[in-house]
T-cell receptor
């Protein structure tokens, strides 16, 4: 099956610093990737849709200047949490869309646990 | 409005017992339907999906799901649960009518398996 990786799996940073999370589709090309945030014992909250070669589309209420998304290639999207604060601590999960007849499906990465001190 | 409902927040079954997790959706056309499983601290793993055709779909780990258009349901089943099946299960529907291919997720069902 399609494989999506995320790096790092876990990161701890100081308040005010920026953190970059990478999402890679390992065995397929993904023109569209998605970034989600998940709070403890809750469902996934879509933050933004990342489109290769164009600007990301952010969901209502998500600050685009705080959560910078870059989708520079067909296999890599990055999420940068700028000037992180403790309230940004969360589990961030990406997914990549594997297009194709009969298989148009999102495959998810293993997630990144961000802790802001 | 498009939505996905998983009525059961928690389900507890004994190992070896059968399992059914419910999923109901509201969608204007025939949706794509998915079930994902999430172990603690992990990402989501695709169990199975329905696009069209046979309404009973087989997935990995012995799971199956049946699409019932008349009931707007896509329930997940397994005839005999294993302790390793304990996890969070999410039903999802896509694409959204906005054309962005976003998914709508249910709130999840947490499965506990008793030895």
């Amino acid at each position: 099956g399609a494989v999506v990786s995320q790096h790092p799996s876990r990161v701890i940073c100081k308040s005010g610093t920026s953190v970059k999370i990478e999402c890679r589709s390992l065995d397929f090309q993904a023109t569209t990737m998605f970034w989600y945030r998940q709070f403890p014992k809750q469902s996934l909250m879509l933050m933004a849709t990342s489109n290769e070669g164009s600007k990301a589309t952010y969901e209502q209420g998500v600050e685009k200047d705080k959560f910078l998304i870059n989708h520079a290639s067909l296999t890599l999207s990055t999420l940068t949490v700028t000037s992180a604060h403790p309230e940004d601590s969360s589990f961030y999960i990406c997914s990549a869309r594997d297009r194709g007849w009969g298989r148009d499906t999102q495959y998810f990465g293993p997630g990144t646990r961000l802790t802001v001190l | 409005a498009q939505s996905v409902t998983q009525p059961d927040i928690h389900i507890t079954v004994s190992e070896g017992a059968s399992l059914e997790l419910r999923c109901n959706y509201s969608y204007g056309a025939t949706p794509y339907l998915f079930w994902y499983v999430q172990s603690p601290g992990q990402g989501l793993q695709l169990l199975l999906k329905y696009f069209s055709g046979d309404t009973l779909v087989q997935g990995i780990k012995g799971f199956e799901a049946e699409f019932k258009r008349s009931q707007s349901s896509f329930n997940l089943r397994k005839p005999s649960v294993h302790w390793s099946d304990a996890a969070e299960y999410f039903c999802a529907v896509g694409p959204t009518t906005s054309g962005t291919y976003k998914y709508i997720f249910g709130t999840g069902t947490r499965l506990k398996v008793l030895a």
